[in-house]
């Protein structure tokens, strides 16, 4: 079974670990006792973090590099980990994701090795939450502050954090409730109401500055949780992180969303209490004015944008004479049905969630659409009303058309063949668990698109198994296993980096990266083992 990769606790004290074959005890092949027996680490998806947890259990600070393969020499006797997966705050190798004990597929020629900072007895003596605390927030760019980026408006957005002259990213490794907590706190913005991962706010550039930090929520600044220190991480942008907090207040909020359903320009002053960093309250005003213009009597007020045709793609409405999304929560065949027919564009052949032809730019128009198939514009299924909704452009709504060529002459057939082979069809974002020995066990498959994919086991962890096992009606989460455990897979890799905060009611409502866009091959294709009710 898998360690760190399983819902009981580690029972035993940790495995000693050491440095071989190096100039000292700080540099080296990377071993550690098992039953008696010192052994290697294999380098199958070894990185920074998996080293910086080494260097840490041996009292020698961080790793500051990662040798080439037999730096330090071929280690012997037993390999006993495979494919490491470390999330950072690990006070041992052993706690750390991987195949198990003796599990691996690796050679001698491929045992890791690591290179840390040496930190002194007295430093290292400090424990394991090395924290870098920087000079206070002062008015200038001073090491530490922090910028909210691309939201809506200054209490949300892209995690941004000032250090040695640059601006840069967070990753979202390990990013939560206490750590937007901490940045929304920083910012004089509240409490925070939501974390984000996955780029939400968009990609952003230069630097990615930290990486797997973890807030205990009373730190008065983000630099002054653990992290795994400046400039050390293991992503890319796509993993960005972001916060939602409460900014103005609750009256503010109901005031101003008020405003944007008048039919005619208003002015609106509301004051709301913002709390600084030394907890003293000022009050900040929020004018704003919107003009919002009578819509006009059209036909045309469904479009599809950012298709390969003219028949699939994010499906945007009009209204009060500005064009929008549509969110993907309820979004379903019939909904799609409904678009195609409006837009002449013959039968549904699918629905798309999830920002699959990009994210849309300016309102969401329309939440939780609910058409029963027969209706003439979208427009007139239900939804909860013109600009309610809870979502963000991560999950804009789209479709495939079977396109106008098409529609006439075989819309009969088409529909015979859509109603006799509808309970047969599994919906999209379906799963199921393939090659294992009973149905909650097995390689991770998703309905996608009118056919089965995999998904990728990079960030797969026991989270994501407590989704799926819950969606397929199964027991609890015992394993998430990664590389293949239950053979490769075909066709599309649908979704990586996937990360389940845990209560998503099905892998679709994860944060991940968009659909089809990915780094991996089928040799990861990822898999879980769920208890049986």
């Known amino acids: 079974m898998a360690i760190g990769a399983t819902s009981e606790p580690e029972l035993l004290s940790f495995p000693e670990i050491r440095l071989a074959n190096g100039p000292n005890r700080c540099q080296g092949r990377v071993e550690i006792l098992y039953n008696g027996s010192w052994g290697t680490v294999c380098d199958d998806d070894w990185d920074i973090v998996d080293a910086n947890v080494v260097c840490r259990q041996l009292g020698c600070g961080h790793a500051i590099a990662l040798p080439a393969a037999m730096t330090f020499g071929q280690g012997s006797g037993p390999i006993f980990l495979d494919n490491v997966d470390c999330k950072g705050r690990e006070a041992a190798l052993s706690e750390c994701w991987s195949h198990g004990w003796g599990i691996h597929n690796c050679y001698h020629y491929e045992d890791v090795a690591v290179v840390c900072n040496e930190l002194s007895p007295t430093q290292a003596s400090e424990g394991p939450?090395?924290?870098?605390?920087?000079?206070s927030v002062q008015?200038?760019?001073?090491?530490?502050?922090?910028?909210?980026?691309?939201?809506?408006?200054?209490?949300?957005?892209?995690?941004?954090?000032?250090?040695r002259g640059n601006w840069g990213t967070v990753c979202d490794d390990?990013?939560?409730?206490?750590?937007?907590?901490?940045?929304?706190?920083?910012?004089?913005?509240?409490?925070?109401?939501?974390?984000?991962?996955?780029?939400?706010?968009?990609?952003?550039?230069?630097?990615?500055?930290?990486?797997?930090?973890?807030?205990?929520?009373?730190?008065?600044?983000?630099?002054?949780?653990?992290?795994?220190?400046?400039?050390?991480?293991?992503?890319?942008?796509?993993?960005?992180?972001?916060?939602?907090?409460?900014?103005?207040?609750?009256?503010?909020?109901?005031?101003?969303?008020?405003?944007?359903?008048?039919?005619?320009?208003?002015?609106?002053?509301?004051?709301?209490?913002?709390?600084?960093?030394?907890?003293?309250?000022?009050?900040?005003?929020?004018?704003?004015?919107?003009?919002?213009?009578?819509?006009?009597?059209?036909?045309?007020?469904?479009?599809?944008?950012?298709?390969?045709?003219?028949?699939?793609?994010?499906?945007?409405?009009?209204?009060?004479?500005?064009?929008?999304?549509?969110?993907?929560?309820?979004?379903?065949?019939?909904?799609?049905?409904?678009?195609?027919?409006?837009?002449?564009?013959?039968?549904?052949?699918?629905?798309?969630?999830?920002?699959?032809?990009?994210?849309?730019?300016?309102?969401?128009?329309?939440?939780?659409?609910?058409?029963?198939?027969?209706?003439?514009?979208?427009?007139?299924?239900?939804?909860?009303?013109?600009?309610?909704?809870?979502?963000?452009?991560?999950?804009?709504?789209?479709v495939i058309c079977r396109g106008p060529d098409d529609a006439g002459h075989h819309f009969q057939e088409a529909t015979a063949t859509t109603t006799t082979s509808a309970p047969t069809r599994p919906k999209d974002g379906s799963l199921r668990l393939v090659n294992g020995s009973h149905r909650c066990e097995g390689r991770v498959e998703i309905f996608y698109l009118s056919q089965w994919g995999t998904v990728c086991d990079d960030a797969w962890d026991l989270r994501d198994a407590k989704v799926a096992c819950r969606q397929l009606g199964c027991g609890h989460a015992i394993a998430a296993w990664g590389e293949a455990r239950y053979g490769q897979g075909t066709g599309y890799i649908f979704l990586d980096n996937l990360k389940c905060k845990g209560h998503e009611p099905s892998l679709l409502r994860c944060s991940h990266i968009r659909w089809d866009v990915h780094n991996c091959d089928h040799s990861e294709d990822a898999g879980a083992t769920c208890s049986i009710l």
């Open 129 to 135: 939450t090395s924290r870098t605390l920087t000079a």
């Open 174 to 398: 390990d990013w939560g409730l206490s750590d937007a907590s901490v940045v929304c706190k920083q910012v004089g913005c509240g409490p925070a109401l939501d974390y984000k991962s996955n780029a939400y706010f968009g990609y952003g550039t230069g630097h990615i500055l930290l990486d797997n930090v973890n807030c205990d929520g009373s730190e008065a600044f983000l630099s002054a949780c653990y992290s795994l220190g400046w400039g050390i991480h293991n992503c890319g942008h796509h993993e960005d992180a972001g916060v939602i907090c409460t900014g103005l207040d609750t009256s503010t909020i109901t005031s101003f969303t008020t405003s944007l359903a008048l039919d005619y320009e208003e002015t609106l002053t509301a004051t709301a209490t913002v709390t600084d960093g030394r907890d003293q309250p000022s009050q900040a005003t929020e004018v704003a004015t919107t003009a919002l213009l009578i819509v006009e009597q059209e036909s045309a007020g469904v479009r599809l944008a950012n298709g390969n045709g003219s028949c699939r793609g994010r499906v945007e409405v009009r209204h009060h004479g500005t064009w929008g999304t549509v969110c993907d929560d309820d979004w379903d065949f019939p909904d799609a049905q409904v678009v195609c027919r409006e837009l002449g564009c013959g039968d549904a052949l699918a629905a798309t969630v999830l920002g699959s032809f990009g994210y849309g730019s300016g309102p969401v128009l329309l939440d939780n659409v609910g058409c029963g198939g027969g209706e003439a514009r979208l427009a007139d299924c239900f939804h909860l009303g013109w600009g309610q909704h809870n979502c963000g452009h991560h999950e804009d709504a789209g």
């Open 139 to 163: 008015d200038g760019e001073s090491d530490g502050r922090i910028r909210l980026v691309s939201g809506p408006d200054a209490c949300q957005g892209r995690v941004e954090i000032f250090y």
